[in-house]
């Protein structure tokens, strides 16, 4: 090895958690054995000068054959462990104005659409983020993001949808268009303007909107490189958007070369599945209420489900059937749902609700919520795993075994020490706490 500079080397680390080795876009029980994440014990990672990951191995072997190079950072990790830096498959974190009131109303018993039949829900969040500046929006953005950031997240998919219009859509676009050139995290964007019907228009006119109006302007700013947009999404939901008005809206995004990724089979049956796998969808969200037909349709055409335990959590829903997806050989991604209803920075607690209330295993969970979750998002060749050529995205946590960052239920701000996006230390965290 000549006498380089690199970014960041990452070294003595007791695990050092990297997923898969061989080039993997995701990991499933597809074969009948567990999932198998690869772990390499007392390693090290280096990240060369372009925040790429230049190698991982054994800290002995990374040591000799790195000797002659200087780095701008190193980072002893003695007695610690470094996984991939976490993806968030599923977010909706650009709005203003809370719905703490609507929390305890649905403590009191009021369900979901009981709250948004009734004016309030994203209605109440639309109203509000119309009214919202764009900076005041950027602002409440980046703190969110920051949250996610010092909870593990290093990439993160970024929905619009609280517009339902084509000026407050183009807006929450533009605020995250500036987010993705500015702020230290990756970010996957999502028009989302089918989120809900829109106050005194029908379906079909807030379908026939979306397919005249907005995704033709869409198209227009994403020609000229005034915003990059990855996927299209639809609230496909009783009362919300039924199958052909999903169909189409979808059909038409996937035409503009949009990746398809939608929410389905959240409340009601909706074979919302089956659709997904039809349009060759990346991915479909939540699933509650998906069918053993959706289940095996998803696991044919390698669409992949994003789960949200908080979802389920929050509102006190049926568990997303993960065992069952997981048994069929689907690809099982994890998110959030950060939103105002379900008010949730953070992937380790994430993981851990779906390990105790979806009876995902830990190395299930860890792969949801990494190479899965950027296989869904379209990235695994990127990110996901610590394999030489991805981004160097990572984070060190202060505990002899990765298991850890799940077990610990909200012990993430004290276990994990550093964030790194690209190779540069992005949350450097000095109040870590011995266990
Ligand atoms: N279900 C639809 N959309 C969001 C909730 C958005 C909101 O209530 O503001 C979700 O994924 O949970
Ligand atoms: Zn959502």
Not at 77 to 98: E, K, N, Q, S
Not at 118 to 144: C, K, M, P, Y
Request: one cysteine or more; charged letters at 20%.
């Amino acid at each position: 090895m000549s006498t380089a500079r690199f970014k960041l080397l990452v070294k003595n680390a007791r695990q050092v958690l990297v997923i898969c080795n061989k080039g993997e876009k995701y990991l499933t029980r597809a074969n009948g054995g567990d999932i198998d994440i690869h772990i390499i014990q007392n390693a090290s990672v280096v990240v060369d000068s372009d925040g790429l990951i230049e190698a991982v191995g054994p800290a002995d072997v990374i040591e000799s054959e790195y000797s002659r190079v200087s780095f701008d950072r190193v980072i002893d990790a003695t007695g610690m462990c470094v996984l991939p830096g976490l993806v968030d498959a599923h977010t909706h974190p650009i709005w203003a104005g809370d719905r703490v009131h609507e929390f305890a109303m649905k403590l009191a018993g009021a369900t979901y659409m009981d709250v948004h039949r009734a004016g309030g829900g994203i209605h109440f969040t639309v109203e509000r983020t119309r009214a919202a500046a764009a900076r005041d929006l950027l602002a409440s953005l980046s703190g969110r993001l920051e949250r996610m950031r010092r909870a593990g997240t290093t990439l993160a998919e970024v929905k619009s949808g609280y517009g339902l219009e084509l000026p407050t859509e183009m807006k929450m676009l533009e605020v995250m268009e500036e987010a993705r050139r500015t702020l230290p995290i990756g970010i996957s964007s999502t028009y989302c303007g089918a989120h809900a019907v829109p106050k005194g228009k029908s379906v079909e006119e807030a379908t026939a909107d979306i397919l005249q109006v907005q995704l033709p302007a869409l198209k227009g700013r994403m020609a000229t490189g005034e915003l990059r947009v990855d996927n299209i999404d639809v609230f496909c939901e009783e009362g919300v958007f039924d199958v052909p008005s999903t169909r189409a809206i979808l059909q038409a995004g996937k035409d503009m070369g949009l990746n398809v990724n939608f929410h389905g089979d959240e409340l009601h049956p909706m074979n919302a599945a089956q659709l997904g796998a039809e349009l060759g969808a990346l991915a479909v969200s939540h699933l509650e209420e998906v069918t053993d037909q959706g289940i095996a349709a998803m696991a044919r055409a390698k669409t992949a489900a994003i789960l949200l335990p908080t979802t389920a959590y929050i509102l006190r829903l049926a568990q997303p059937r993960a065992r069952a997806m997981l048994d069929a050989g689907v690809i099982v991604a994890l998110g959030s749902d950060f939103n105002p209803n379900a008010y949730c920075c953070s992937m380790p607690i994430v993981m851990h609700l779906a390990c105790v209330n979806m009876r995902m295993s830990m190395p299930e969970a860890l792969a949801a919520a990494t190479i899965n979750a950027a296989y869904a998002l379209g990235r695994s060749h990127t990110h996901g795993s610590l394999e030489a050529g991805k981004h160097g995205d990572l984070l060190v946590i202060a505990a002899p075994r990765w298991e850890h960052l799940i077990y610990q239920l909200g012990g993430h701000q004290e276990l994990i020490r550093y964030v790194v996006v690209k190779g540069d230390v992005v949350y450097d965290n000095d109040q870590t706490l011995a266990l």
